[in-house]
T-cell receptor
Framework: DTGVSQDPRHKITKRGQNVTFRCDPISEHNRLYWYRQTLGQGPEFLTYFQNEAQLEKSRLLSDRFSAERPKGSFSTLEIQRTEQGDSAMYLC?????????????FGPGTRLTVL | GENVEQHPSTLSVQEGDSAVIKCTYSDSASNYFPWYKQELGKRPQLIIDIRSNVGEKKDQRIAVTLNKTAKHFSLHITETQPEDSAVYFCAATNYGQNFVFGPGTRLSVLP
């Protein structure tokens, strides 16, 4: 499968625990995005990378959230001291700029449940 | 920042009829407008997109139109089929920065 992959697909954790998710983009894609999606809503932008540089982070994003893309390939999203409100689907997408646009392809998501 | 509105939130059509979903955006610098289809429990899938230098694009039964002056774009699905039933999201971005998605339209195609 040469698409975007995410791991794990599901994560159940207790409030206050830390969790880390991984995203592997399509290999030649230099941009990687993280989104959060709750039921009945569209994906909400969290942050994005161009290669290893984190270029933008949502102003709505809590300091408990951090993301890395150390070698410009896979990325990790960590949530510290999880809260019940963090329960959501976390989507990763990657893109390659072509003709001045970035066509995004999404991964299957990691569904987080915080008890 | 960019704000994207989408209407209607739900849409039911008879099989074979057309469906139209409309989105408006606020940032005149936005230059790329993709549409995604998301089936229950699955990832969003890109179905069509349009760049700001184009007014209309068509791919078989799906078309997208863009009015830059009014800052709105629409998805048109003709000859709808039951498998078109899903949630559709529009999005807008300025050169790949901070994609902003609309809240979605749940389309139901009734047999």
């Amino acid at each position: 499968d040469t698409g975007v992959s995410q791991d794990p697909r599901h994560k159940i954790t207790k409030r206050g625990q830390n969790v880390t998710f991984r995203c592997d983009p399509i290999s030649e894609h230099n941009r990687l995005y993280w989104y959060r999606q709750t039921l009945g809503q569209g994906p909400e932008f969290l942050t994005y990378f161009q290669n290893e540089a984190q270029l933008e982070k949502s102003r709505l994003l809590s300091d408990r959230f951090s993301a890395e893309r150390p070698k410009g390939s896979f990325s990790t999203l960590e949530i510290q001291r999880t809260e019940q409100g963090d329960s959501a689907m976390y989507l990763c997408a990657s893109s390659l700029r072509s003709g001045g646009v970035d066509t995004q392809y999404f991964g299957p998501g990691t569904r987080l449940t915080v008890l | 920042g960019e704000n994207v509105e989408q209407h209607p939130s739900t849409l039911s059509v008879q099989e074979g009829d057309s469906a139209v979903i409309k989105c408006t955006y606020s940032d005149s610098a936005s230059n790329y407008f993709p549409w995604y289809k998301q089936e229950l429990g699955k990832r969003p899938q890109l179905i069509i997109d349009i760049r700001s230098n184009v007014g209309e694009k068509k791919d078989q039964r799906i078309a997208v139109t863009l009015n830059k002056t009014a800052k709105h774009f629409s998805l048109h699905i003709t000859e709808t089929q039951p498998e078109d039933s899903a949630v559709y999201f529009c999005a807008a971005t300025n050169y790949g920065q901070n994609f902003v998605f609309g809240p979605g339209t749940r389309l139901s195609v009734l047999p």
